[in-house]
C-alpha cells in the first residue's frame, strides 16, 4: 500500500475510531449526571444516551441527498466539527434541554460520518481489500468504545462534566480528514433516489435485516451483564467492568484478523455470529459461576467482531462503488435502530414470558433471537456469491 493510500485509510479508520462514542463515552458518567439532574424526569435522563441514536437514524435516512450537494471532505469537516462542538459543548450545559439538545446535534453528526467510515472503503478500494479493511474498521470501532469508557470514567471522577471532553477527540480526525480525504462528490453518480426507497431496502435487506438482529441480540449483554454477573456469580462492578472491557479489546482484535477469518471460512463464516451468540447466551443462562460468565463474554466479543465486519463486507460489495450512499447508510441505521429497540424490545418480553425476577431472562429472549438471525442468514444467504478473498 502506498504512503498516500495508507493515509486516506487511516484517515476514514479515523472516523470509525469515533463513531461509537455516541452512547459509549457518557455510559460511565451517567449515574453522575443523574444525581446532578435529580429534579428532571429519570426518563430525561436516560434520553442522555439514547438521543443520538434517534437523531443518527433520521440523518443517515438523507445522506445520498446530502452527498450529492457536498463532497465527502466537506461532509465528514462539517460532521466532525459538529461532533466536537455539540459534544464537549455539554460541559458548559446547566439546562437539561440544553443538553439533550446538543446530544441530538451529537446524534447529526454521527449520522454524516457513520456512512463515510465505511462507505469510502467500498469507494475508494477494490473489492479484494475490503474484507480486511472493513475489519480494521470494526477493530478501530471497539477500540474507541475502549478508550471513550476509561477516559469518562477517569474524567467523570472529576466531575460529570469533565467527561464530555471526551470528544474532543475528534480533533484528530479532523486534522486528517482537512489533510488526506479527497472532496469527491461520491452522491453526484447515483440518480436511484434516497435509500431508504422500498427498492433499496429490497435489495440490500440480508444486510440490513442482519445488522438489526445482530445489534438487538449483542445490546442485551451491556444492558444486563452487570445485573446477571453480581446475581449469578457473585462479581463485584470491578471484576464487571473489567470482563466487559476485556470483551471490547477481544472484538477489536478479532476486527484486525477479519480479512485472514475471511479467507479461511468463505462460506461458513456467515453462521459464525448468530452461532456464536447462541452458544454465548446460553453460558449466560445456565452460569452459576465466573467461568460460564467468562467464556460467554468471550463468544459475545467473537460474534460482535465477526458480525459487523461481515455484514459491512457483504454489503459494500453489493453495493459497488456507491456503496457510501445506498446501503452504508441503511447498515448504519439498523445498527443504531438495533441499539435503540434492544432494551425496548427485549426486556418487556423477559418480564411477559418470564417475571419479573427472572435475571436471565433477557438473555433467554436472546437464545430466541439467535435462532431468528440464524434462519434469516440461511434463507437469505443461502445462494450469496462470495467476495473475492482479501488481500
Known sequence: MSVVNKKLTDTILSMSLLTVMAGAAIAPALGVIKAHFSDAPELLVQFIVSIPALFIIITNLFFLNISRHFGTQSIALFGLALYVLAGAGCFLANDIYVLLGLRALLGVSVGLIMPLSTGLLAYYYPPEKQARLMGLSAAMNQMGGVVATLLAG??????WRWAFLVYLLGIIAMIMVSLYLPDDHIGSANKRGIPF???????????????????MIFFIYPTNFAITAEKQAGLGLEATTLIMVGLDLFAFFVGLVFGQLMNLFREPIKYFAPVLFLIGYILFVSARSSLPLLVGAVFTGFANGVGVPYLNTIA??????????????LLSAALYLGQFLSPVIVTPLSRLCFGDNDVAGCYKIGIGLCVIFLVQVYTTRHYQSLPPKSE
Open 154 to 159: 477517569l474524567l467523570s471522577a472529576i466531575g
Open 197 to 215: 426507497q422500498p427498492r433499496q431496502l429490497l435489495k440490500f435487506h440480508p444486510s440490513v435485516i442482519g445488522m438489526l438482529l445482530l445489534m
Open 316 to 329: 459494500s460489495i453489493k453495493g459497488g462503488h456507491n456503496s457510501a450512499t445506498t446501503v452504508m447508510p
